[in-house]
């Protein structure tokens, strides 16, 4: 079974409308990630998490919001979306403890707003 | 502000070559650096992590090495394989916990 996984893998929605992406993982990492990632523009971090009671903003939070459920859980939320945040998301986990911060990825959530 | 690049934005090579994919960064003040690879429509794979305190790591055929004084990092591939063709991708984590990727080096190997 997948470390990190996410869902759904795909999702079409309509602008204006809520949505939310799911991560989980089994890794027992205490760090979590969001990124998204744009052709041309590489990825770039939403929000992250260092523990439950810890957020953060990355480079491009505006018109997103995160909650951490769980040390194993990260969700992304859009509240109203709009045709710019089509885009792949990917959830990360990383362990100061461990492999020195390694960053491990989920499969990624295609994203699509009409 | 720290800006990562990656050059060439892509690269094709004949099996069996080595080659070096390079990524530069403007900041010297990183935490450490990590080597990704990217197959289409996948997540992304780490394939070493270098502390800000080491010079190299290696794994395999991959060898990646850190020059912070000159803001660069190479990965270079040994002996390449049609399997190796992905897109590579560099993340530097700076002192404060930011993580910025390179745009990606997109390699094909032909057989």
């Known amino acids: 079974d997948a470390d990190v996984t996410q869902t759904p893998r795909n999702r079409i929605t309509k602008t204006g409308k809520r949505i939310m992406l799911e991560c989980s993982q089994t890794k027992g990492h205490d760090r979590m990630y969001w990124y998204r990632q744009d052709p041309g523009l590489g990825l770039r971090l939403i929000y992250y998490s260092f523990d439950v009671k810890d957020i953060n903003k990355g480079e491009i939070s505006d018109g997103y919001s995160v909650s951490r459920q769980a040390q194993a859980k990260f969700s992304l939320s859009l509240e109203s979306a709009i045709p710019n945040q089509t885009a792949l998301y990917f959830c990360a986990t990383s362990d100061l403890r461990g492999a020195g911060d390694t960053q491990y990825f989920g499969p990624g959530t295609r994203l699509t707003v009409l | 502000k720290q800006e990562v690049t990656q050059i060439p934005a892509a690269l094709s090579v004949p099996e069996g070559e080595n080659l070096v994919l390079n990524c530069s960064f403007t900041d010297s003040a990183i935490y450490n650096l990590q080597w990704f690879r990217q197959d289409p429509g996948k997540g992304l794979t780490s394939l070493l992590l270098?502390?800000?305190?080491?010079r190299e790591q290696t794994s395999g055929r991959l060898n990646a090495s850190l020059d912070k004084s000159s803001g660069r990092s190479t990965l270079y591939i040994a002996a390449s394989q049609p399997g190796d063709s992905a897109t590579y991708l560099c993340a530097l984590k700076t002192s404060y916990d930011k993580v910025i990727f390179g745009p990606g080096t997109s390699l094909s190997v032909i057989p």
């Open positions: 270098i502390q800000s305190s080491q």
